[in-house]
């Protein structure tokens, strides 16, 4: 019986097109796939002078300010141990507070992580950021008024978990508004702008008390939202995704409104991005409606040489980072010294 069944040719025949109707469903996904690449480098030809990109990188600038911020919160230890471990301080802290207050911030760092994809997704990316602001303020006046050791780790948690909210989606914007070879320097300006936050931490650490900072960082925390808020748009891909076509065009002339009229078209550059990202959106809707199984689908990708190896590549260069001391350094700078 089971060997009939093994050999029932309804079974073998229903597994051929269920097999045939996958390969089918990974070629239209192919198809798709070179069509928006096709697309994109239409456009590309167009984007060469680096003076028409003038409204993309000062978006992404701005979008990256956010990062002084972090560089603040994660020096700003290294200048509040040396001065609580002072006989004179009015906080008296263990060695072992002194640690804690230290590498709390890098423990909520995952944490607001798992957050941020969500709210970048629901919420935009420039909307995270601005919410990304209200704990770190919050933060920032929990330890500029702590009298405890207690308040000052809420600041610090609360800081922690600001500035993990607040990289992802940063990073994600440049990504999404910048042309393609301006793309990693831009992406490059996130890192750069952290590290001017703890040059400057560690400046003003050297002449002013740890509360004075803490209540002038609420102003580098303020100065980029209010930056964002009055000259950045939106990015149009996220737009485009929730459906908001018009914001979308609105947030594309401006990126490209330094860009010349493309030639032998009537639509201006704006226009044909636009028109590439609403192709891709149908895209992607017509394929979640034919994919029986969109998750196995997705997990089938990671497991292909393009999912998987860039995934280990990445992981042992964070990995080989993260264990050369960076954050030890950072942390403990001023004592170091």
């Known amino acids: 019986n089971n060997k009939f069944r093994a050999m029932d040719p309804l079974s073998i025949g229903s597994s051929v097109l269920s097999l045939h109707q996958r390969e089918n469903s990974e070629h239209n996904k192919d198809d798709a796939f070179r069509e928006i690449i096709a697309s ?30 972090i560089g603040i919160s994660l020096a700003y230890s290294a200048i509040l141990i ?45 909307n995270t950021i601005k919410l990304a602001a209200v704990p770190c303020i919050i933060g920032w006046i929990a330890i500029a008024m702590a009298d405890s050791f207690f308040w000052i780790m809420v600041g610090r948690v609360l800081t922690g978990f600001a500035c993990a909210i607040g990289t992802s989606p940063a990073i994600v914007y440049i990504t999404e508004v ?57 990015s149009p891909v996220w737009l485009v995704s929730k459906g908001r076509i018009e914001d979308a065009a609105k947030s594309l002339r401006f990126l490209y409104k330094k860009y010349p009229q493309p030639e032998h078209t009537d639509q201006t550059l704006s226009e044909m991005h636009l028109s590439a990202l609403i192709k891709e959106r149908e895209n992607k809707i017509r394929e979640a409606e034919k994919s ?10 990671f497991l292909k040489p393009t999912g998987y190896k860039p995934m280990i590549i990445l992981f042992w260069f964070f990995l080989i980072q993260q264990f050369s001391g960076i954050y030890i350094t950072l942390f403990f700078a001023v004592t170091f010294i």
């Open 40 to 69: 994109c480098r239409s456009l590309s030809k167009y984007e060469t002078n680096t003076r028409s990109a003038l409204p993309q990188i000062f978006s992404a600038i701005i979008a990256a300010a956010f990062h002084i911020v």
């Open 178 to 234: 910048s042309r393609p070879d301006m793309r990693g320097s831009l992406i490059s300006s996130g890192p750069t702008i952290a590290s001017l936050g703890m040059v400057i931490a560690y400046a003003k650490g050297a002449y002013l008390n740890w509360r004075l900072v803490a209540w002038i960082n609420i102003v580098y925390t303020l100065v980029p939202v209010i930056l964002i808020q009055l000259f950045v748009p939106e």
């Open 292 to 301: 029986v199984d969109a998750n196995k689908s997705k997990l089938r990708g």
């Open 82 to 126: 040396p001065q609580l471990e002072d006989p004179s301080s009015d906080i008296v802290v263990t060695k072992s507070q002194s640690s804690w207050i230290a590498s709390i911030i890098v423990i909520m760092v995952p944490i607001g992580s798992l957050f941020a994809g969500v709210m970048m997704e629901f919420l935009g990316r420039l």
